[in-house]
């Protein structure tokens, strides 16, 4: 008798071992909406306890300094390969996709940042934006690896080499979306040719628009949470993070652009910095729903290794 319960409570010592919330019966053994709360308070617990706040005011201020490196570079990539028609349209593509109110302030700024001519403007933009948004990504993955309860053990090189990697890879892959966005109207001529009945012109830069958009926005959430963290990760516990993180952001740019545009009052505190300090705060929400997402998966791995030692 003694040497079970010693057995039991040993079992539960290790269960709750890291464990934030007070009572984690119910993110153990819970059921129907009490899991949901459980596995939700656990999260952001866990979120505050992993200094995400801070971690994600860096990624969202070195975001903010590699924007129009960033567009610039796309650009130049994109007209030195295709053309600047093309440049164009993507440039395009990358405002519309944006919630109108918070980039509105700086369509100006971006349509003098990609029109006025520049001499080797491609190894420029790539260093700027290389340097910049190297931080962001660096601070991704620390509030990746502090969410999963990771510690780093890849060499230095092999961080900055990754990084670089998904900067360079973020760029080639608008670079194909610029692409699309050309083949867009010749694609509705194709389908024409084909279906006789089919109207050319309903293929549009429009309709590519949001499957282009979104294929990139999940793409990248997987490799951040794949690539990033300092140990690989089962897919069954990294896609409902990933989940969660695509729709917030859905709901965040819904509401954020709503609140801009009928509340904010940015103009009477910032002045001329108004959009700015708008984006900014976005970046920041935005940063920190994809460390929430990694601190979601955690909860919820917690919960199966608990239900996994009960049996």
């Given at each position: 008798m003694n040497a079970k319960s010693s057995q039991h409570s040993g079992r539960e010592i290790v269960m709750t071992h890291g464990v934030l919330s007070e009572n984690p019966e119910v993110l153990f053994y819970g059921k129907g909406w009490r899991v949901v709360r459980a596995v939700l308070q656990e999260a952001m617990l866990r979120l505050w306890n992993d200094d995400a706040f801070g971690l994600a005011g860096n990624v969202a201020f070195r975001a903010l300094l590699a924007l129009f490196p960033f567009l610039i570079f796309t650009s130049a990539m994109t007209a030195f390969i295709g053309d600047r028609a093309m440049a164009d349209h993507l440039v395009d593509f990358l405002i519309a996709i944006i919630p109108s109110p918070l980039i509105e302030p700086l369509v100006s700024e971006v349509e003098k940042v990609m029109t006025v001519p520049r001499g080797g403007v491609l190894s420029i933009g790539i260093l700027l934006t290389i340097w910049f948004a190297v931080g962001g990504v660096d601070g991704v993955r620390v509030g990746l690896n502090r969410a999963y309860g990771l510690h780093e053990t890849r060499s230095v090189v092999v961080l900055y080499g990754l990084q670089i990697a998904m900067v360079i890879l973020a760029s080639l892959a608008l670079v194909i979306v610029g692409y699309l966005l050309v083949l867009a109207p010749r694609a509705g001529s194709w389908m024409h040719a084909l279906i006789p009945g089919f109207d050319p012109a309903s293929v549009t830069v429009r309709l590519i628009r949001f499957p282009a958009s979104a294929t990139i926005f999940v793409v990248a959430l997987f490799a951040a949470h794949v690539l990033l963290p300092?140990?690989?990760?089962?897919?069954?516990?990294?896609?409902?993070?990933?989940?969660?993180?695509a729709v917030a952001w859905t709901f965040l740019a819904t509401a954020f652009a709503f609140y801009v545009g009928s509340f904010g009052t940015y103009a009477s505190y910032y002045a001329g910095m108004a959009g700015i300090i708008a984006a900014l705060y976005f970046m920041y929400l935005a940063a920190l729903l994809l460390i929430f997402g990694g601190e979601l998966n955690r909860a919820l791995r917690i919960r199966r290794l608990a239900r996994a030692l009960a049996n």
């Open positions: 300092a140990r690989r990760t089962r897919f069954s516990n990294i896609w409902p993070g990933v989940v969660f993180t």
